[in-house]
């Protein structure tokens, strides 16, 4: 009976925007739980978003915070930390919105969206190199394929 | 007449300025001013229960500056215009939406704002850069028919660099402010009852888009407002007004879609979004208030992970699918000389999609991430090697939008026969949709319905009884198939009139069940269910009796025809104990999404007798 109370509870509790749906951000959170710190800060930081701490200030992942680095850059590697695992789908598959997301983001041209999309599909393995690459070791390798590739180096110089 | 228009407009002036100087207050304007719509949708005025005097809706009482300004429009307007004629320090970062309307009534003179300056308010607006705003519809997901109640949050689009770049604009949510602690009955409770704080909150979109479409499976719907420049200026100056006041957060009145009508209303002079939502704000009845009041100028749909999944899966061939089943399966190695067989473009179908299931799978059962880890990466990697690029057709909208549903208030009357003796009905049911109701814009096999109200009047008594009373009825018919086996299931819990062998019993029921159900076509399904309930009353054997037993049933919905056929069983063993078994037909003619008509036949054996009910009721949705 009281099992059902809390069935029945549960069941009508569903515009409370309740996230208590544990680590959340995709692949990342699939394959580099526990092994980037980095990556597993943002996820706890994300997964606590709806349940107590609250911000109506910047999150990171949208703009700029870091003043070492410009702001689209910065904004990149947050995004990235963030959709990893959507961002290395798209890669694989040669396109998608979070690619398409990051493109934007490092600033590149709509012309050289196509070149960026398959640069990135055929260094997939490179770039991602394992199943346990972190997000650090990725925007690095990112960046060097980026920068031997014609139209795609002057992006990251 | 131009002329004098425009000296009456500089005595006018003349007249303000003079009232500045001297701080002397206008009471006829300010009375004026004070019950205009405006002031009144700022401070979240409403009016009180007689209708004779107004208050405000926030409880908190920051949210004002004096004392009484919660019941006192009038009052809180001549506070803040003194606060701004005196500069009172940190008033632009407290007040800054309600400062620029007086301000633009020209109420105080016209430099009175030259002072007044918030530097955290100016950065945080010039960090988001609003440039359009999006209603954010997220639509019900599967398996959870609770969920169809939805929730709504505002995207704010910024207009630099970042335009077209939806994933990384901003969200603005409100929410009630959990404590995780809470264990979740608790939470249901204290939601509904306004136990928690409500809290608004910014967040990245893709941080809500990871929340909805691949953790909860939610489709979800994208309505672009029209409002200008000036108008999201203002509906962001008001968010940031309530960003630290806390008002209790009430799961079926203020809650996060009434909180975004407000925003609305002051964002939009001239528009009424609340007044149609004070018992009830359900989120799907809010869109269609905001669609109703033309704010909407473009509609997107985004398709949840579970609704990619099954649509892209219908595009295969049975080879595929079976080769599909057989990697999601595996889950340790491709089957490279199976794959070799297809086209490259199937090949890149049958690893992408295996690849979505098991991420799928992942979100749904965590403890199996970490062995898919190495697998879903040699997935995409394989995947990457193929050079064919969009291999899947688009995913089409659903026909119906979310709002284009029927309205979820329902009111039935009826007629109806019961072992020779006639019935009327009457019937009320605030929320939401059951199973039979006009399909359009609903989840197939899904139902909820929220205290369910019916009144039953039989010539043979003679008098009006209050015949059941169901608390909540929960019904979710998930189809299985090769790739996604759900359990479905139902609840039901209210009082019920019951007819016994030789009396009549009021009772507490609760009836919970577990089943399966198949997709016999497009628009029907089968189901098998295992039902248990637990009743209690007073005049039932030891006051209470348990029974567990098993339905079958066949559903039917079209937009024209609804049919439920269903065959049960149920043994109750203590307590009262007696076998009963029923058989029963409803079939519901839709006639539009507000009206429906419905006939209900049953036969029921119970105590070695059997009787018949049939009913004929009309449903009108509001």
């Known amino acids: ?157 | 007449m131009k002329r004098f228009t425009l000296l009456s407009f500089y005595i006018l002036a003349l007249s303000h300025y003079l009232i500045d100087v001297s701080h002397a207050s206008d009471s006829a304007s300010d009375r004026q001013l004070a019950y205009s719509q405006q002031w009144l949708n700022l401070l979240h005025y409403k009016p009180t229960f007689f209708g004779n005097n107004y208050t405000s809706q926030i409880e908190d009482r920051r949210f004002f500056l004096t004392d009484d300004g919660h019941n006192n429009p009038e009052l809180e307007l001549a506070a803040t215009i003194d606060a701004i004629n005196q500069n009172q320090k940190n008033l632009m970062c407290r007040f800054p939406a309600r400062i620029k309307w007086i301000h633009a009534q020209k109420r105080v003179h016209a430099s009175a704002l030259d002072n007044l300056t918030c530097p955290e308010l100016d950065s945080w607006l010039k960090t988001i850069n609003p440039a359009s705003l999006t209603l954010v519809f997220p639509a019900a997901y599967l398996n959870s028919p609770s969920s169809m109640f939805g929730h709504t949050l505002l995207r704010i689009n910024p207009g630099d660099n970042r335009k077209n770049l939806s994933l990384v604009s901003y969200a603005l949510n409100y929410a009630a402010n959990v404590s995780e602690v809470d264990n979740n009955f608790f939470f249901a409770f204290n939601g509904i009852f306004g136990g928690y704080p409500g809290a608004l909150s910014i967040v990245p979109y893709y941080e809500k888009i990871t929340e909805y479409s691949d953790i909860e499976n939610r489709d979800i719907w994208e309505y672009e407002l029209n409002l200008d420049k000036q108008e999201i200026t203002q509906l962001m100056l008001h968010a940031w007004e309530l960003k630290t006041t806390r008002t209790p957060y009430y799961f079926f009145t203020q809650n996060c879609s009434y909180l975004l009508l407000t925003l609305l209303e002051v964002a939009r002079a001239g528009i009424d979004l609340t007044s149609p939502f004070q018992i009830k704000a359900i989120p799907s009845d809010t869109v269609r208030a905001i669609v109703d009041a033309n704010l909407v100028k473009d509609i997107k749909f985004r398709p949840s992970s579970a609704t990619i999944i099954e649509q892209r899966l219908l595009t295969l061939n049975k080879e595929q699918r079976t080769l599909v089943n057989a990697m999601v399966n595996n889950r340790t190695k491709l089957d490279q000389l199976k794959l070799n067989r297809l086209s490259k473009k199937s090949q890149a179908q049958v690893i992408e999609i295996t690849y979505d299931i098991l991420r799928y799978r992942a979100f749904a059962t965590p403890s199996i991430r970490d062995q898919h880890a190495q697998y879903t990466f040699d997935l995409l990697a394989a995947r990457s090697t193929i050079n064919e690029n969009n291999v899947w057709p688009d995913i089409d909208a659903p026909e119906h939008r979310a709002e284009k549903g029927h309205k979820s208030s329902r009111l039935a009357i009826g007629i109806g026969e019961h072992e020779g003796n006639k019935q009327l009905f009457l019937k009320f049911r605030p929320a939401y949709h059951d199973i039979l109701d006009p399909p359009q814009s609903y989840q197939f096999g899904a139902q909820i319905n929220f205290l369910d109200i019916n009144l039953t009047y039989s010539e043979n008594e003679d008098r009006i009884n209050l015949s059941q009373l169901t608390f909540i009825d929960i019904v979710s018919l998930s189809p299985r198939n090769d790739t996604f086996q759900p359990i479905s299931w139902k609840v039901n819990f209210g009082f019920e009139k019951k007819a016994l062998k030789t009396r009549r019993a009021d009772v507490l029921q609760v009836t919970p069940g577990f089943g399966v159900a198949h997709k016999a076509s497009q628009n029907s399904m089968l189901s098998a269910f295992l039902d248990s309930r637990l009743e209690i009353g007073r005049k039932l054997e030891n006051k209470h009796s348990a029974g567990i037993g098993p339905t079958l049933g066949y559903l039917l919905n079209t937009e024209r025809l609804s049919a439920q056929f269903q065959l049960n069983a149920m043994r109750f063993f203590a307590g009262e104990t007696f076998t009963h078994y029923r058989a029963s037909a409803e079939l519901a003619f839709h006639i539009n999404t507000h009206a429906s008509f419905r006939i209900n036949i049953a036969r029921e054996a119970t105590f070695d007798r059997y009787t018949s009910q049939h009913t004929a009721l009309i449903n009108w949705y509001f």
């Open chain 1, 1 to 157: 009976m009281k099992k059902l109370i809390i069935a029945t509870a549960l069941a009508v509790t569903p515009f409370l925007s309740y996230a208590d749906t544990g680590p959340g951000c995709g692949w990342g959170a699939i394959l580099f739980e526990g092994k980037d710190g980095l990556v597993s800060n943002v996820l706890a930081a994300t997964t606590n978003g709806t349940l107590g701490n609250q911000t109506f200030g910047m999150t990171s992942g949208t703009a700029g915070c870091d003043g070492e680095k410009t702001v689209t850059m910065s904004a990149a590697d947050d995004f990235l930390n963030n959709n990893m695992e959507k961002v290395a789908k798209d890669m694989a598959t040669g396109g998608g919105e979070s690619l398409e997301t990051l493109a934007g983001l490092l600033g590149i041209n709509e012309s050289d969206k196509g070149t960026f999309f398959k640069v990135t599909q055929q260094n997939f393995v490179k770039i991602f190199n394992q199943a346990d690459t972190g997000s650090k070791q990725v925007l690095t390798s990112l960046k060097s394929i980026m920068q031997s590739d014609e139209s795609l180096s002057k992006y990251v110089s």
